[in-house]
């Protein structure tokens, strides 16, 4: 197992390879529509061929590699057109999605959600890369939740195919001070509408939460 460098907390070298790659196409290391490949990206970490092939499958998922034919990888590069429609297949689904877990989350669901919402705002606002880190994961793990509690297998799958998360990564990072603190007490209100077992809250709130997140999107990363 290898170390990480920040935290100290140990880690396997798929994992590495993923937070290695995935912060340098975040940094801008490598152009939008830039050609990769895995041996390039196995020699530039000094690592086998192995853990970067997984690191690369979780980033192709993620949206932020495409394969190309034969061996090589393209950079993903998002369209204004192609953001418009991830932002507005995600506020349909997951509207739709807070509204079922209000309906059939867990005790322990509920609570997981809250302690989420919690998550992040103790992160906010953020300093360093860490802070963004944070923010990040609990983000993805909060919306993965809500899909599950909200027990629909064919809309989890159908969402799967929509969300990038490295747009979604990449939205939180153009946020202002306001801005995310505003995107953390959305969170924190979907989470109260889910407790409180109340629908049409529940997918109001997450309407709202999404609509700011379109915004933050179309202003940045659409032009």
């Given at each position: 197992m290898a170390r990480a460098e920040d935290g100290g907390e140990r880690l396997g070298a798929a994992e590495l390879a993923y937070r290695a790659i995935r912060k340098r196409i975040?940094?801008?290391?490598?152009?939008?529509?830039?050609?990769?490949?895995?041996?390039?990206?196995?020699?530039?970490?000094a690592m086998s061929r192995t853990p970067v092939r997984e690191a690369v499958k979780r980033l192709i998922l993620e949206g932020l590699l495409t394969r190309e034919a034969g061996p090589g990888l393209r950079v993903v590069g998002l369209g204004a057109d192609e953001i418009e429609q991830i932002f507005a297949m995600r506020l349909l689904l997951e509207?739709?999605?807070?509204?079922r877990a209000a309906g059939f989350a867990s005790a322990g669901e509920r609570a997981q959600l809250a302690d989420l919402a919690?998550?992040?705002?103790?992160?906010?606002?953020?300093?360093?890369d860490a802070d963004y880190e944070a923010i990040t994961e609990a983000n993805r793990a909060f919306?993965?939740?809500i899909l599950t509690a909200a027990r629909s297998p064919r809309l989890e799958a159908m969402?799967?195919?929509?969300?990038?998360?490295?747009?979604?990564?990449?939205?939180?990072?153009?946020?202002?001070?306001?801005?995310?603190?505003?995107?953390?007490?959305?969170?924190?209100e979907i989470a109260e509408a889910i407790l409180a077992g109340?629908?049409?809250?529940?997918?109001?709130?997450?309407?709202?939460?999404?609509?700011?997140?379109?915004?933050?999107?179309?202003?940045?990363?659409?032009?």
């Open positions: 975040f940094s801008g290391h490598y152009a939008e529509n830039e050609r990769v490949t895995e041996a390039e990206f196995a020699e530039s970490l509207s739709y999605a807070a509204r919690l998550q992040m705002q103790a992160h906010v606002p953020p300093r360093n919306h993965q939740l969402l799967s195919l929509v969300v990038n998360l490295g747009l979604v990564s990449l939205t939180f990072k153009s946020y202002d001070e306001a801005a995310i603190r505003r995107s953390a007490a959305h969170h924190k109340d629908a049409d809250w529940a997918g109001a709130a997450m309407q709202t939460h999404l609509h700011a997140a379109t915004a933050a999107a179309r202003r940045n990363f659409g032009s």
